[in-house]
């Protein structure tokens, strides 16, 4: 995907979401600042995230679009039926809409980031020419 091809990413529902986007982009949590705090250093081999982006209708925590990657950090709400439930649908929509979705807790990222971001780089080089 060229550099600047995620601006043709389609955002369904866009006039809803876009306004939702914005506020959780200034209510991050401390697992989200965390993280974003690494990708926005461009540690993980120099690649460009965004943060709180619309796709497919959703809202997702961090997004690589030139490698179709997503990282969603979900918190203990995650772990309860109704949720993991709706967190399986919207996965099984982003994969099918071509993104890998990786999801890791809150936790994972408060306590151990350098394996997160280990993690992720693990999963772009994958995917690198």
């Known amino acids: 995907m060229a550099e600047a091809a995620w601006r043709t990413i389609k955002i369904s529902g866009?006039?809803?979401?876009?306004?939702?986007?914005?506020?959780?982009?200034?209510?991050?949590?401390?697992?989200?600042?965390?993280?974003?705090?690494e990708l926005r250093a461009?540690?993980?081999?120099?690649l460009s995230f965004r943060r709180q982006m619309p796709i497919a209708g959703?809202?997702?925590?961090?997004?690589?679009?030139?490698?179709?990657?997503?990282?969603?950090?979900?918190?203990?709400?995650h772990a309860l039926a109704p949720k993991v439930a709706a967190d399986e649908i919207k996965t099984q929509r982003l994969q099918a809409d071509g993104w890998t979705v990786l999801r890791f807790w809150n936790d994972d990222i408060l306590r151990d980031i350098d394996n997160v971001c280990s993690h992720i780089i693990r999963t772009i080089g994958t995917d690198l020419p």
């Open 58 to 77: 959703y809202i997702v925590d961090f997004a690589c679009p030139i490698h179709r990657l997503i990282v969603e950090i979900d918190g203990s709400q």
């Open 14 to 37: 866009s006039r809803h979401i876009l306004p939702n986007a914005r506020r959780m982009r200034k209510a991050m949590t401390d697992a989200e600042l965390k993280l974003w705090n």
């Open 42 to 46: 461009h540690r993980l081999m120099g």
